[in-house]
């Protein structure tokens, strides 16, 4: 019961000590850093391009085009469909590019932190 008492306490007052940065939290910042960019905009470019494409297929699938007053849906549809899909197979490889600028960019600091530990 004692320790079960301590372990919560020390577990509060933890929450509300200055945390001492280490050279490995560092590490892990500065990877984050690198990679945050490229990931953002993945999900974000991946995002659009599925609702894009999926606004093409309601086009083509739904009356949703007579709704808004388009006579004939289907080829505003599929046009829109294809550059939804062109949008989606372009996210990945710009990600790849985008990751491997900001790797190249913070390659020194990082090789030079993690060296720097593993010597340790």
Partial sequence: MNNDKNFIAQNIRAQYTAKE????????????????????FAYVF?????????????????????TIGIANAMVPGIV???????MALLT????????AERKAKHAKEIIALSEKIMNK
């Fill in 80 to 86: 829109v469909g294809v550059i939804g899909m062109a």
């Fill in 92 to 99: 990945y490889p710009i990600y790849k590019k985008m990751l």
């Fill in 46 to 66: 991946g995002s659009i391009s599925a609702i894009v494409m999926g606004s093409g297929m309601s086009l083509v699938m739904t009356d949703i085009g007579a």
């Fill in 21 to 40: 940065i280490t050279e490995l939290d560092e590490l892990r910042a500065l990877d984050a850093k690198a990679k945050r960019p490229a990931n953002v």
